[in-house]
């Protein structure tokens, strides 16, 4: 069904607005982008006129678009449209008239932001940049923190090092977690404070996660188990944190049990993946982040342990997390392309070559755009051989 209007009641270039007839607005220097009566999702570029109690917009004099087409796409910031020395991009997971900014303008609002949160991520998908102006900004902001109050706060360093973590600067991101941590010793080891247990238990995770990806396998796995132990005493088994503790030792316990050669099956790793995802199912729902994250941390499991999982199971797993991305975040989404990663892997391993080609390139297009060809996200896609053949 349609969000326009009428032919009649569709409003036209010069039309004035009242502002008590709008549901919202965003205001940037003298535009705004106006929804409301002007008709469902609606997206429309105006001028501001008059001021105070009378104030009023006229709809600008560009192109039009609604819901999820565009007669011509425009920035969302500036609202013009693309030009030779200025090309619009997608710069997250936004659809519609929301989807396309110059980069040069998005660039300007996220310097320009006061708020952190809008310079790292879109404030309407809340899908992270994920670049290294990201970086910049929140280690900015850090060192403005340092400097008026004498250090960083905690919620400013795990933000860095998530950030870091995001992009694959695993040194960084555990250096900064780290120094978080210490300023939860008792927390740590079991405190009696359920919220400080919460937040170190979540801290050292990520910790650990951090140090499994920078290859260090040793010291991961004993803190994760340390991570967990506490978790389940201090939170309960199906707190999300705990959750959290078993589908992260689930997925390096097969890699520790390979390194550091203790031998032993894979049954470990494939039950505390099943346990955290059914519980996951039950407590947040099968389309929750956490949820997926569990699904497709099985999924990759039968699949890596070919000798020892169910590789063939592992194809619905996979395809219910893109699936649900797709809807829910829409393909461009960091989260998307590495399911759509994971699943051309397995369709080449299921001799399925062709299809394999096909997902893998689509994802690369998306990847090339949204991240960047520097990305560690970008350089796996582009290192498969069934992708570039």
Avoid at 13 to 42: D, K
Avoid at 124 to 143: N, P, T, V
Avoid at 160 to 176: I, P, S, V
């Amino acid at each position: 069904m349609s969000d326009a209007l009428p032919a009649a009641e569709a409003p036209v270039a010069g039309e004035l607005v009242s502002l008590h007839s709008l549901n919202r607005q965003e205001l940037n220097g003298q535009r705004a982008i106006v929804t409301g009566r002007l008709g469902g999702n609606m997206r429309l570029p105006v001028q501001l006129i008059g001021t105070g109690a009378n104030l009023s917009v006229r709809l600008h004099n560009v192109t039009r678009t609604t819901g999820e087409s565009a007669d011509v796409p425009i920035c969302r910031i500036c609202f013009e449209p693309a030009a030779p020395h200025c090309p619009l991009s997608q710069p997250c997971s936004c659809r519609g008239t929301s989807a396309w900014a110059h980069r040069e303008c998005l660039t300007r609002w996220r310097r320009s932001s006061v708020n952190i949160d809008a310079a790292i991520e879109c404030g309407q998908c809340k899908q992270r940049y994920r670049d290294q102006l990201s970086i910049e900004l929140i280690a900015e902001a850090a060192r403005a923190q340092r400097d008026n109050f004498g250090s960083i706060s905690l919620s400013n360093a795990l933000e860095m090092a998530r950030e870091f973590a995001d992009q694959g600067h695993y040194a960084e991101a555990e250096a900064l977690y780290r120094h978080g941590l210490r300023s939860l010793p008792t927390a740590a080891h079991g405190g009696v404070d359920e919220r400080v247990t919460d937040m170190a238990c979540d801290a050292t995770n990520n910790l650990a996660m951090a140090m499994l990806e920078g290859g260090d396998l040793g010291g991961a796995l004993p803190l994760l188990r340390r991570t967990l132990e506490v978790s389940r005493g201090s939170l309960g088994d199906r707190h999300p944190s705990t959750l959290t503790s078993v589908n992260n030792l689930g997925r390096a316990t097969p890699l520790g049990k390979l390194v550091l050669k203790k031998g032993g099956e894979l049954e470990e790793a494939e039950q505390l993946y099943r346990e955290a995802l059914a519980a996951r199912r039950d407590v947040l729902g099968a389309s929750h982040e956490d949820t997926l994250n569990s699904t497709f941390n099985l999924a990759g499991l039968l699949k890596a342990w070919r000798a020892k999982g169910d590789i063939a199971g592992a194809e619905p797993l996979y395809r219910e997390v893109l699936q649900v991305l797709r809807s829910t975040v829409g393909s461009r989404h960091p989260h998307a392309l590495n399911a759509m990663q994971g699943l051309s892997t397995l369709l080449f391993q299921l001799g399925r070559e062709e299809e394999a080609k096909v997902l893998c390139r689509e994802a690369l297009g998306i990847a090339r755009d949204v991240v960047g060809v520097y990305h560690p996200l970008y350089q796996v896609l582009a290192n498969n051989p069934w992708g570039m053949r």
